[in-house]
């Protein structure tokens, strides 16, 4: 770390609101007496165009920071599950966008959970309702996310909120709960979807090791001023590959080179884990950013592309074919910008015994031109790759 930090414990007194409130305001913090001096681990989970970062921190606690879409939530669990969690004992929603929350229902209703924080942002769709629903169900309340709250605080570990600082906002990622972790030297920053308006409203000192890039790599976010404050080792864009909003902006990502910041992207780098012992981190992908982004996935997959009709024009037929493993049952996802495809003929199959199995389905006419990602699991392993549509 190139600055020793010394931190202040700061202690708001909070509003009790009502009971009819699933949101309970409080101002304790979750205490840790030992503290073994392990590594800490942050996992940037590929969610596609949403985030999901799980935390382990050194005291063998874990903390999730939202969920992606709700159509992505089983790369979450599987993750989780494959590191063998059962227990999550702080669960995050940043903000109430499908991107983020859609996947923490089902988070919810597979693990056990110790905490919920959540900023008092509220909307109308049935994925956020919803939530609050299982949330209640479970007998969970949440606590109010916002600057000031302290999650945990030990000698060599602290996790606490640093925005947001107002209590009103027109534009709903303002709202984002922005998290600042502190490991002995190394810090971590995880900025959810907070635009520059909320980063200018931070007051706490935020200059870190790693940082989760905000709202994608949008430039609604990572002022100048702001990413000159942070100055990083490494920036990590949580993004989909081919996505219709143009993320990540290659301004941010020459922002944050200009100030020797490493830049990591989900679409390009896969999971992305981040290793410190307190006074090194070391972040890495686990897919290969130099190859070919279309056709690249985990290169431990067993999932190998045979042929993809791409580029293909509007209301025509699709055939993706791959060889996998033999008598193997596969499923596929082609994202658009509205969500999964529903077509007929992305079905679930079974491999034939030497591991082939194709799909054919119809683009919709419906569809704008764009890239989109095909995406295919055996509930193991998962690949993805690009189609291309044109008029």
Not at 171 to 195: C, I, P, Q, R, W
Not at 206 to 226: C, T
Not at 262 to 288: A, E, M, W
Not at 357 to 386: H, L, Q, R
Request: charged residues 20%.
């Amino acid at each position: 770390m190139r600055k020793i930090r010394i931190v202040f414990l700061t202690c708001l007194c909070l509003l009790v609101v009502g009971c009819a409130n699933p949101f309970v305001e409080s101002n304790d913090m979750t205490s840790v007496s030992t503290f073994s001096g392990d590594t800490l681990r942050v996992n940037y989970i590929d969610v596609g165009q949403g985030d999901s970062i799980f935390i382990q921190l050194p005291n063998k606690e874990t903390m999730l920071i939202d969920a992606g879409e709700a159509y992505e939530v089983d790369n979450v669990i599987n993750y989780l599950n494959n590191l063998g969690i059962t227990k999550i004992d702080y669960a995050v929603g940043t903000h109430p966008h499908t991107d983020h929350i859609g996947g923490l229902e089902e988070v919810i209703n597979t693990f056990d959970i110790g905490s919920i924080y959540m900023p008092r942002a509220s909307s109308t769709s049935k994925t956020y309702e919803d939530l609050l629903t299982t949330i209640s169900n479970k007998g969970l309340k949440i606590k109010t996310a916002k600057s000031g709250v302290v999650v945990l605080d030990d000698d060599n570990l602290k996790l606490e909120f640093i925005a947001p600082n107002s209590d009103s906002y027109s534009e709903l990622n303002n709202y984002s709960a922005v998290l600042k972790l502190t490991y002995l030297d190394n810090t971590f920053l995880f900025m959810g979807d907070a635009e520059t308006l909320s980063e200018n409203e931070i007051t706490s000192n935020v200059d870190a090791d790693v940082i989760k890039v905000g709202h994608h790599g949008s430039d609604s976010s990572s002022g100048i001023e702001f990413v000159r404050k942070v100055s990083p080792e490494y920036a990590i864009i949580m993004v989909g590959e081919g996505n219709s909003y143009n993320h990540p902006y290659q301004s941010i990502i020459d922002r944050y080179e200009s100030v020797g910041a490493k830049v990591l992207r989900t679409d390009l780098d896969g999971n992305i884990v981040c290793d410190s012992d307190g006074v090194d981190v070391t972040c890495k992908g686990d897919k290969d950013s130099s190859s070919d982004s279309s056709n690249s996935n985990n290169s431990t997959s067993n999932i190998n592309l045979v042929g993809l009709t791409s580029p293909i024009s509007r209301g025509s037929d699709v055939t993706v074919s791959i060889k996998g493993l033999p008598n193997t049952t596969y499923d596929i996802d082609v994202i658009y910008s509205s969500g999964p495809s529903k077509a007929s003929g992305l079905e679930d199959k079974i491999s034939d015994s030497e591991g082939n199995v194709s799909w054919t389905f119809k683009v919709s006419s419906n569809v704008k031109p764009g890239t989109y990602e095909v995406k295919i699991s055996d509930g193991k392993d998962s690949a993805s790759y690009s189609l291309e549509v044109n008029d």
